[in-house]
Nanobody, 123 residues
Framework: QVQLQESGGGLVQAGGSLRLRCLVS????????MAWFRQAPGKEREAVAS??????QTYYADFVKGRFTISQDGAENTLQMNDLTLDDTAMYYC??????????????????WGQGTQVTVSS
């Protein structure tokens, strides 16, 4: 019923930038909360950023440290990632919740997931 499709991942050198995008279909089927998670090999999936698409409030993980920005424009969610480090290497997943969460939330809070896009940061 609801499909999330990520794009924008790739290979980038440390200190560089990437812009991840998530398209929601059908529009608007995802819900009022959108988020990005990431998972590196051998690590648990962790929340990166979320946005309440109704009011526009955003939440960020501590490791973002002002480097990432999440935004929503219609059916497209964007995660702008700047000043990337090797620790940012992971599979990044787009997620959507059918309710407002008001925090980053955890995996169980989200109802729909994309298949992921790989981000690899090289030295």
């Amino acid at each position: 019923q609801v499909q999330l499709q990520e794009s924008g991942g790739g290979l980038v050198q440390a200190g560089g930038s990437l812009r991840l995008r998530c398209l929601v279909s059908p529009y608007w089927g995802g819900g009022p909360t959108m988020a990005w998670f990431r998972q590196a090999p051998g690590k648990e999936r962790e929340a990166v950023a979320s946005i309440m698409t109704i009011g526009g409030q955003t939440y960020y993980a501590d490791f973002v440290k002002g480097r990432f920005t999440i935004s929503q424009d219609g059916a497209e969610n964007t995660l702008q990632m700047n000043d990337l480090t090797l620790d940012d290497t992971a599979m990044y997943y787009c997620a959507a919740a059918r309710q407002l969460i008001y925090t980053l939330g955890g995996e169980s809070d989200y109802d729909y997931w994309g298949q992921g896009t790989q981000v690899t940061v090289s030295s």
